[in-house]
């Protein structure tokens, strides 16, 4: 039950980092509105993606939810598998977990992600993203850096 509670409070952490971040955003400003923070690099700017990364799956919101379902059930069934969760494990689990969840509330509650950090890196403009699909990212390259550039032998 220890392993759970490390993971729980990460993912619970990220979720609400990404809830609050998406309230005080559209709170704050107008759809489609941009503040710039650094001139032609990083804006914050208020959008609603109706799809999923790159706004794929256009409008395809129940087909998105049931996948979300799908991936969070394949994920506790890992979590579940595991013999033990080591520190890694805790912080890539609770960043998938809570950043998957970031977006499904608002998948669920509006119809649509609340997406707001827009990068032009090198003239190209970035898809805009939010805090969940950072963490997504980032416990994705962790699993990637733990199977691929030498973490835990099999057991």
């Known amino acids: 039950m220890k392993k759970i509670n490390k993971l729980s409070i990460i993912s619970i952490i990220i979720i609400i980092l990404d809830q609050a971040s998406k309230i005080l955003i559209s709170n704050l400003l107008?759809?489609?509105?941009?503040?710039?923070?650094?001139?032609n690099i990083?804006?914050?700017t208020y959008t609603k993606n109706f799809g999923a990364a790159w706004s794929i799956m256009w409008n395809q919101r129940l087909f998105l939810i049931i996948?979300?379902?799908?991936?969070?059930?394949?994920?506790?069934?890992?979590?579940?598998?595991e013999k033990r969760l080591n520190n890694l494990k805790n912080i890539y689990y609770g960043f998938l977990i809570g950043g998957i969840v970031g977006n499904f509330i608002d998948r669920i509650l509006h119809g649509y992600v609340i997406d707001f950090l827009d990068f032009n890196i090198f003239g190209y403009n970035f898809p805009i993203f939010n805090f969940s699909d950072i963490f997504i990212v980032l416990g994705v390259l962790l699993i990637l850096i733990e199977n691929f550039v030498g973490g835990e032998k099999n057991e």
């Open 67 to 81: 996948i979300t379902i799908l991936a969070l059930i394949f994920i506790i069934y890992l979590i579940h598998k």
């Open 42 to 44: 990083f804006k914050i």
């Open 30 to 39: 107008d759809l489609h509105e941009s503040i710039n923070i650094i001139c």
